[in-house]
């Protein structure tokens, strides 16, 4: 079992930065991908970004590539999202995901979500 509080969302101005984190409680957490993902008004959850337990893999959405930079410290069980260069198209609740299977995270099927975070770029 592994159970999710995101944390860091706000109102920031285009161009501006912001650091969202996802917190894990749970034994095996380390040994877990994860991934973020987030949802604007009217629109489905979309993916965002994704990061292996081993922190030797990652993957990104093409509308964040390079903008966006996902991290984690099992030490710490906390995985990071940073986010550059933000646009009003970013404006989505953020949520993180939790898996042991890689694929599964990055379809969106993972069983272990956080409650999300605001996010919102004024233009």
């Known amino acids: 079992q592994v159970r999710l509080v995101e944390s860091g969302g706000g109102l920031v101005q285009a161009g501006g930065s912001l650091r969202l984190s996802c917190a894990a409680s749970g034994r095996t957490f380390n040994r877990y991908a994860v991934g973020w993902f987030r949802q604007a008004p009217g629109k489905e959850r979309a993916f965002v970004a994704a990061?292996?337990?081993?922190?030797?893999?990652?993957y990104y959405a093409d509308s964040v590539k390079g903008r966006f930079t996902i991290s984690r410290d099992n030490a710490k069980n906390t995985v990071y999202l940073q986010m550059n260069s933000l646009k009003p198209e970013d404006t989505a609740v953020y949520y993180c995901?939790?898996?042991?299977?890689?694929?599964?995270?990055?379809?969106?099927?993972?069983?272990?979500w956080g409650q999300g975070t605001q996010v919102t770029v004024s233009s």
């Open positions: 995901a939790a898996d042991d299977s890689w694929n599964t995270i990055v379809a969106g099927r993972s069983d272990y």
């Open positions: 990061i292996s337990w081993s922190v030797g893999r990652t």
